[in-house]
């Protein structure tokens, strides 16, 4: 959004930040004696005149303002343009030299044309002169429509104001620069308007409809409009009561009384005969290839030659074999104007023409398009085509083919049957709001029972994958009721999707509940793939309870029952049971058997099965396999429409680009993250991007901002306390950096608290006590004592001798420990204080060289420049090179140029688990 206030006029301009930003540069540059121009490129409807009219907004007072707009009616007549351009600074002709004098006077006296270069000299030379008592800014909208030599002489000047305050700007149709011959703004730097992005087209619906826009009305104006800002305005302004609230259909394209239809219908009228029927084929096919054009142009013997013509208007795009429409709001436009006769004359060539056995679908659709009544046998063959298009994987069509069906068919319970259908493949061909629009036609009367619970769970899944867990999870707790008595085992996947909803919007305590729902249902004997699901839900609700030891059981028989069953969302399962349980080589297995199975219905599964084996990838140590296979999620999902497992991905790949040091990357991804996280209410990728953020801080060597961003994660909305566990090493270096003895000690405030504890929804039993100051004989989760001098143990085994450095390791490794419960503590293992000794003995070599100068050590934070900061060790005296004798248990001082920077002692701690990440990541270990 940008928002410019000029004499008291705002105006917005959704989505066009960038084509903002290079209008204020020109005027600026101009301001500063130096100009420039500018050709504004687009199709009709995205916003050429708003950027003109924002440029002479903010332009202002400072710059004298000539402009013009291109009348067709006038485009014949020479020079009219330059009539009206010129008219406002005509008294200053008198000041050229006489030649350009004597032909700009014929321009206003209507003496005839002078010579052509001369009069480009002149209009030049006019513009500069007026310029000599300030800058100038010149316009020219719809500048196709002027005549030729008018927009000559005033691209002949556009092309020549490097060293003069004059910034001229060209607003002009795509298809009149299309050909060499007709680019007649050549040399002109140009501006092309895309079409808005889907945040920008909402914002734009938002501002048109004061009441509100739903979502999925929202999503469906979007695609129907193609990003066409004027489409939007038009079509926002002609939704009626009953469209906003979702009781009537959502509009098929532009109102009548709509200016950009009347702009392509009147492009599609100008055509011949032989054009429109050209045109009208790629209108009514949106898979039309070379081949079978050229098949329907020969039987209706149509000169071909005419679809150059329907380019040149931009009715149609010719890229290879592949003949389309550009925009979907040229489609409906086209198709709702054209005669009849003429559709229907299409449909019936198209099906005469498309013959091939992959084809029939198609075949099928264009003649039940010429069905002016219900057909039984004919939605009975279309039926049947969309049964072999689905299984060819051809998805699209086989919708298409439902939907036509459902409308042939007289049975009512057959006619929400096929919808249902037609939605579960729309969703499978990744278009999540056709197929939610599909749903929404369900009538009341046929969604009862197993029907409408087979439409709630498709639903929820979609709202899972494409919208906001939240409301995916009631409805899919309301597809597993209605479901019980029907089908159990869509019935437990739906309970199942429920839960996975709640994870990924942090919200465990609707977890518990999901899973204890779950095992009211279990019965003695269950299917392989049924008992996998339930032993799942055991095992996971163990472990978000704290109770790990007793998770682990269930856990390993998800794994085990894995392999009974090729169903690609059962390996995803088992695959995250291995990841808790600390397989990670079983993790990446699992999860890879799952992304190979994921083809055909099982195709929406993949983003998802991708998504663990990037993670266990990551703690494998394999960064580069995790950003590819991160990478490829992202393309699978975004192509499925799954845009939570896309944004998922991007979270990921962030703090890949984090752990290894690559903080422009890693910015970029986190900005491409942040707001789609939190509309979304998306709780792991949100906890993901604040542990990227903590380890960009501590590369930065902003240890105390890192403690307070991984110590905030436990108090927001995106909690999620695996991710949460997994970030400890990184705060545990940071409270050891900044010197954070006080904060680790301060209840509520110092280490990790126990998954569960640290979780505000979710509260145990007996709670973890407040850490003490002194290391004593504490008790971990059951009342069980942990090993005497557990928390002490990583200063001694870091070989610290000063009582403060000990104490400021102290505490946060006493949270650390405290949170084991296991049979012997993570500090146990020295793979486990790798963080700890880097950070630990870098500060203890800062305050030593500190004391050696006299100086108070500083604390570490945003700007730090005192003992701890590296460029103080690098200054610190080296006594000769050796230590003295009371220097007991100091490093070694390496010279600078070998000494770590804060990036790479950031890098030795990229495996998480044998980092040392907590009791719940300890016990994936003893496990």
């Not at 006590?769 to 001694?796: C, I, S, T, V, Y």
């Amino acid at each position: 959004m940008k928002l410019a206030v000029v004499s008291d006029v705002s105006v917005v301009l959704r989505g066009r930040d960038r084509q903002i930003a290079l209008l204020e540069e020109l005027l600026d540059r101009a301001r500063s004696g130096r100009g420039g121009a500018l050709a504004v490129l687009a199709e009709p409807g995205m916003g050429k005149t708003a950027l003109l009219e924002f440029a002479v907004r903010r332009a202002g007072p400072d710059f004298r303002t000539l402009g013009i707009r291109g009348i067709r009616q006038e485009s014949s007549l020479e020079l009219a343009g330059l009539h009206r351009l010129l008219g406002p600074v005509a008294d200053r002709i008198g000041r050229l030299p006489a030649c350009q004098a004597e032909a700009l006077t014929r321009v206003f006296e209507g003496n005839g044309p002078a010579d052509p270069y001369t009069l480009c000299t002149a209009v030049h030379a006019l513009l500069t002169e007026t310029a000599r008592d300030g800058p100038v800014l010149c316009w020219g909208d719809d500048v196709h429509w002027l005549d030729r030599a008018s927009l000559d002489a005033m691209a002949f000047t556009a092309r020549r104001l490097g060293g003069e305050p004059v910034v001229m700007l060209f607003a002009a149709h795509n298809e009149h620069v299309t050909t060499p011959e007709r680019d007649r703004l050549a040399g002109i730097a140009r501006l092309p308007l895309p079409p808005l992005e889907e945040t920008a087209s909402a914002e734009v619906l938002a501002d048109r409809c004061p009441v509100g826009v739903a979502e999925d009305l929202s999503a469906g104006l979007t695609e129907l409009t193609g990003g066409n800002p004027l489409a939007l305005v038009e079509v926002a302004a002609a939704l009626t009561p009953g469209q906003l609230s979702g009781e009537e259909p959502p509009p098929e394209t532009l109102p009548p009384g709509s200016r950009l239809r009347a702009v392509y219908r009147r492009r599609f009228f100008r055509l011949s005969p032989d054009a429109r029927r050209l045109a009208l084929l790629a209108v009514a096919d949106d898979r039309l290839d070379g081949r079978t054009l050229t098949r329907a142009a020969l039987a209706d013997r149509l000169d071909l030659r005419e679809l150059e013509a329907v380019r040149a208007w931009g009715l149609v795009r010719v890229d290879g074999e592949s003949i389309s429409v550009p925009s979907p709001v040229i489609r409906s436009a086209l198709y709702a104007d054209a005669p009849l006769s003429e559709r229907n004359l299409v449909h019936e060539l198209l099906a005469q023409v498309l013959d091939d056995d992959r084809q029939r679908a198609r075949r099928v659709w264009h003649r039940a398009a010429l069905a002016g009544e219900a057909d039984d046998g004919l939605a009975a063959e279309l039926s049947e085509a969309a049964a072999e298009a689905a299984a060819a994987g051809r998805y699209t069509d086989s919708s298409r083919a439902w939907q036509r069906a459902s409308t042939l068919t007289r049975d009512r319970g057959e006619q929400a049957t096929m919808l249902l259908a037609a939605a579960t493949d729309a969703w499978l061909a990744g278009r999540s709001r056709r197929s939610r629009s599909l749903i929404r036609q369900l009538t009341p009367a046929t969604r009862q029972g197993r029907l409408r619970g087979r439409a709630d769970l498709l639903r929820g899944e979609i709202e899972l994958r494409d919208g906001r867990p939240v409301a995916g999870r009631r409805m899919l707790l309301d597809a597993a009721d209605r479901l019980a008595g029907h089908d159990r085992r869509s019935a437990v996947t739906a309970l199942a999707y429920a839960g996975e909803a709640s994870c990924l919007g942090g919200d465990l305590r609707r977890y518990l509940a999901i899973a204890e729902h779950a095992a009211a249902m279990r019965r003695r004997h269950e299917p392989p793939d049924v008992e996998l699901l339930f032993s799942h839900f055991e095992g996971m609700a163990a472990t978000y309870r704290g109770h790990h030891h007793e998770a682990a059981e269930p856990l390993r028989r998800t794994v085990r029952l894995a392999d009974a069953t090729d169903d690609s969302a059962s390996k995803v399962w088992a695959s995250m049971a291995a990841l808790i349980l600390g397989d990670d080589r079983r993790t990446h297995e699992l999860a890879g058997e799952a992304v190979r199975l994921g083809t055909g219905a099982d195709a929406a599964v993949k983003p998802w099965a991708l998504a663990y084996l990037a993670m266990a990838d990551l703690w494998l140590g394999r960064y580069p396999s995790a950003t590819a296979h991160s990478l490829e999620g992202l393309r699978l999902a975004r192509a499925a429409g799954q845009q939570n497992h896309a944004v998922d991905h991007l979270a990921t790949m962030a703090l890949l680009a984090a752990l290894q040091g690559d903080k422009d990357t890693a910015r970029l991804r986190l900005d491409a993250v942040s707001d789609a996280a939190a509309r979304r209410g998306l709780a792991r990728p949100g906890a993901f991007t604040t542990w990227a953020l903590a380890c960009l801080e501590l590369i930065e060597d902003r240890p105390e901002d890192a403690a307070g961003r991984i110590r905030l994660m436990a108090r927001t909305w995106h909690t999620h306390p695996v991710v949460h566990v997994m970030a400890t090493p990184h705060f545990v270096e940071a409270a050891v950096r900044c010197d954070e003895r006080t904060g680790a000690r301060a209840p509520g405030a110092g280490g990790l608290r126990p998954v569960g504890h640290e979780h505000p929804q979710l509260r145990a039993p007996r709670p973890v006590p407040p850490l003490p100051r002194a290391a004593g004989r504490r008790r971990g989760r059951g009342g069980r004592a942990l090993p005497r001098g557990a928390a002490a143990a990583p200063a001694r085994r870091l070989g610290l001798r000063d009582g403060a450095d000990r104490a400021a390791v102290r505490a946060p490794a006493a949270a650390w420990a405290q949170t084991a419960c296991g049979p012997r503590a993570p500090a146990q293992r020295p793979a486990d204080l790798r963080v700890l000794r880097r950070g630990a003995l870098d500060r203890q070599r800062a305050r030593r060289a500190a004391r050696g100068r006299g100086d108070r050590p500083a604390r570490g934070g945003e700007g730090h420049r005192g003992a701890d900061h590296p460029a103080a060790r690098d200054r610190a005296p080296r006594r000769g090179g050796r230590h003295q004798p009371g220097d007991r248990g100091a490093a070694r001082p390496q010279p600078p140029h070998r000494r770590p920077p804060p990036a790479e002692r950031l890098r030795t701690a990229r495996h998480p688990l044998t980092g040392g990440a907590g009791a719940f990541l300890q016990l994936r270990k003893d496990w």
